[in-house]
């Protein structure tokens, strides 16, 4: 009876760790790992002993006898991306994290370190500094609310993936762990200030807004991003009352990312199958007056080269209430592709493709080739000027042209863009803008894209490498960051910060002040 990794898998690793017998891949150190969209475990490896259920910290390892009927799809998938790795090499033992060799500081002062942002890469941050002792950390975030993504970005009807929260908790419960909520770094304290009362400071500010689509008619009523959208149904506090026009049976969604997937699923689900989730009351009442019946996801490029995951595509496929429909107008040839995984993804969509419709159903449509040219409309969107697209190949890279004389319009009344998130500068901070994160060597920030390190000042998570990865790869780079810190802890190169005290003081004027 082996144990099974199912579609909320987080890449936290934590579960490779804990296996005895390594059969839990891809592993940190095997060079795929950056790159894969889930872990799995070999079924002809596997002695069933539980270790990776306990350590996984979203519940997304099941044995094979209680999957639910949803999840069946995902024994055979665990064994076929499997079957092409064996056999495996031995598992590198985890370097343990560097330890912290200085002693108190003047007057018995703990290292305090202040981390900017409340994300899942803070919290992993705080975690391994927190190991050491003598370590404080105080997480600052504009919002009153804590963990980013996790809370704000995951889809509330992905309740496996958002327990990730449970963990942060055990997080926040260890000594020395403090947050400061509803401060803004950069606003309400300028850097330098936090940088003078702390010996160090990691900056974990995320990449919290979206990239830009750059065609005509996108400042219209009904044009926004999926990023807000999310935001909405999340109870973001900044988008609560945020106006989502569900006036007309058709919504677009440019790019085809999870994102788009995640949008798409909530707005064609009727709203009584999510209120049971995490969904904000505000968005439930509108989606239960929603028209929209159709949702399309257009992507430029082929089957192929779609954005979004193989298990998350899984997830709507099993969906029976979701009318999932896939147009691609080259067809999909699943053995064109030699990665395994990009083939499964490829035969999941083949399979969909040849369902018969279920008109009786909302509808979330595919589409592939397509191009977006205009958003139409007078003071608020009507449409969508679309264009097919030819895919070129250029030293391995494919690229989408539109082709001449095929733009159609597709009426709709709520155009979102859905094509990437993007990183923003702290006031203050080093940004490269060609990026969008802060320039670093390995977490230590630098004055400037190949400069020199700032001391004291360090990066982690996507404000660090980009968007791309998922929550748990967050730990990975958290560690590399920390054990940045550490050394340079260690070698004497941080200065002594002012009093605790003296910034506490400096902290409660400066809240007054902003609240008044």
């Keep these: 009876m082996p144990h099974v990794v199912t579609q909320a898998c987080c890449a936290d690793a934590s579960c490779v760790h804990a296996c005895p017998v390594n059969c839990i891949h891809p592993t940190p150190d095997e060079p795929d790992f950056a790159t894969a969209e889930m872990l799995y475990i070999d079924p002809d490896v596997c002695v069933d002993c539980g270790a990776c259920v306990g350590a996984c910290p979203v519940g997304a390892i099941v044995p094979d ?3 639910a009927p949803t999840e069946q799809v995902f024994l055979d998938l665990n064994a076929v991306l499997s079957t092409p790795s064996r056999p495996y090499p031995p598992q590198a033992p985890v370097p343990p994290i560097r330890r912290l060799e200085r002693g108190p500081g003047p007057a018995g002062e703990p290292l305090r370190v202040a981390i900017v942002g409340a994300g899942p890469a803070a919290l992993y941050a705080a975690d391994e500094l927190l190991r050491q002792p003598g370590v404080e950390v105080t997480v600052f975030d504009r919002l009153p609310v804590p963990h980013g993504l996790a809370r704000h970005g995951v889809a509330p009807d992905h309740l496996r993936t958002r327990s990730v929260t449970d963990l942060f908790a055990l997080i926040e419960a260890q000594p020395g762990f403090a947050y400061r909520l509803g401060v803004e770094i950069g606003r309400d304290l300028a850097v330098d200030e936090v940088a003078a009362h702390h010996d160090a400071v990691i900056y974990a500010t995320g990449a919290s807004t979206d990239r830009p689509l750059e065609i005509p008619g996108t400042d219209r009523y009904g044009s926004m ?34 994102v788009a997937l995640d949008v798409a699923r909530i707005l064609a689900t009727p709203a009584d199958a999510l209120a049971g989730t995490d969904i904000s009351p505000t968005a439930l009442a509108a989606l ?5 019946r159709e949702v399309v996801v257009l992507g430029r490029r082929g089957p192929a080269q779609a954005a979004f995951t193989l298990p998350e595509l899984i997830g709507l496929a099993s969906r029976e209430d979701i009318d999932l429909r896939v147009e691609a107008p080259d067809g999909i040839d699943p053995g064109a592709e030699s990665d395994r995984q990009r083939q499964l993804t490829l035969e999941c969509l083949a399979e969909v493709a040849a369902r018969p419709p279920r008109p009786d ?23 969508l000027r679309i264009a097919r697209t030819e895919l070129t190949a250029e030293d391995g890279v494919v690229r989408a042209v539109p082709r001449p004389g095929s733009e159609e319009v597709l009426p ?14 702290v006031p203050g901070v080093p940004f490269d803008p060609a990026t969008a994160t802060i320039p670093n060597r390995a977490g230590r920030v630098l004055d400037n894209p190949g400069g020199i390190e700032v001391p004291g000042s360090y990066v982690v998570g996507w404000i660090k490498r980009g968007p791309r990865g998922f929550i748990g790869s967050n730990k990975t780079c958290a560690r590399e ?17 002012r009093s605790a005290r003296e910034f506490a003081t400096l902290l409660s004027r400066r809240v007054a002040v902003a609240a008044t």
């Design 361 to 383: 159903r909302p509808r979330i449509v595919l589409r592939f080739q397509t191009s977006p040219v205009e958003v139409l409309g007078d003071e608020r969107v009507e449409g």
């Design 288 to 292: 239960r007056d929603s028209r929209v």
């Design 65 to 67: 006898d209680r999957l």
């Design 481 to 497: 960051t920390v054990d940045a810190l550490l050394a340079d802890a260690n070698a004497g190169r941080l200065a002594a910060p």
């Design 412 to 425: 709709a009344g709520l155009v979102l863009r859905s094509v990437g998130y993007r990183g923003v500068p």
């Design 225 to 258: 991003s999926a990023t807000e959208v999310v935001s909405w149904y999340n109870a973001h506090p900044d988008h609560v009352d945020t106006a989502v026009p569900l006036d007309h049976e058709r919504a677009v969604i440019v790019g085809n990312g999870n």
